[in-house]
């Protein structure tokens, strides 16, 4: 019976042996600091009617993109499922570009909504670049389908 009883004792301390093996292997390497898989920056989306909307609603992602020291760019147009329509601003740090090149007593034609959205991000750089804040003065429908805007700094 003693026999038995070391057999059987031998057989769990091999097995206990290799089992520890198996656990110290699986554990692999320690990560000495966490991997970045993905990151984003921070982003806003806004319901917008009209065009003029549309043009409040870029305002207020430079508003909010501010907080973060950033500029907004546009990254998406949807539709909702009830029709209204989306714009999704993601914030992206600023190129220091200017838009000396704005007139803002100038009308400007546009066909999309990302057209509009640029006039308007060129007459705000413009206007705040001159110590004013940008003021739309007119949206106006062509008979060719396209649209004109005139901005002024105020």
Known sequence: MI???CRFLKANVQAAAVLAGLMG???GPEFSSPEEVRSSNPSVT???RDDQELVQANA???????????????VNFATDPDGSRLVTFECVPSSGATAQQYNPNLTYTYRTDQ?????SRNAQTYCM???????????????????TITFRCN
């Open 46 to 48: 806004y319901k917008y």
């Open 3 to 5: 026999a038995k009883s």
């Open 115 to 119: 057209e509009l959205l640029d006039a």
């Open 25 to 27: 292997a699986a554990c």
């Open 129 to 147: 670049n001159n110590g004013s804040q940008q003021v739309i003065s007119n949206i106006v429908t062509n008979s060719d389908g396209s649209k």
């Open 60 to 74: 207020s992602a430079a508003t909010f993109c501010s907080r973060y020291q950033s500029v907004p760019r546009t």
